[in-house]
């Protein structure tokens, strides 16, 4: 199983930028019933979760709330993040995760930097 990630970028406080998540080398009925989450890091701190899809919907951290939206499109084996006003305090790598009935699987990072 691979995921990659894209979609980061530099952008000014109050922008917004989509984060894509493709997943490959996983068959349908696996993803469609896999957690998924974003999670961020930034240098000096652990990675942390910043909004995830479960079998009860999807849960985000509160600091994001409101601003940030996760789904998923089964049929091309995405998830997306989609970040609306975004914040300095945003600015940090960001990865994608999918946890499967064997095993959980990470993407490489994309930057997301926020300007003041």
């Known amino acids: 199983v691979q995921l990659q990630a894209s979609g980061g970028g530099s952008v000014q406080a109050g922008g917004s930028l989509k984060l894509s998540c493709r997943t490959s080398g996983i068959i349908w009925s696996v993803f469609v019933s896999s957690r998924m989450g974003w999670y961020r890091q930034t240098p000096g701190n652990q990675r942390e979760l910043v909004a995830e899809?479960?079998?009860?919907?999807?849960h985000y951290q509160d600091s994001v709330k409101g601003r940030f939206t996760v789904s998923r499109d089964n049929a091309k084996k995405t998830m997306y993040l989609q970040m609306n006003s975004l914040e300095p305090g945003d600015t940090a790598v960001y990865y994608c995760?999918?946890?499967?009935?064997?095993?959980?699987?990470w993407g490489r990072g994309t930057q997301v930097t926020v300007s003041s």
């Open positions: 899809l479960t079998t009860d919907g999807s």
């Open positions: 995760k999918i946890e499967t009935g064997y095993g959980e699987y």
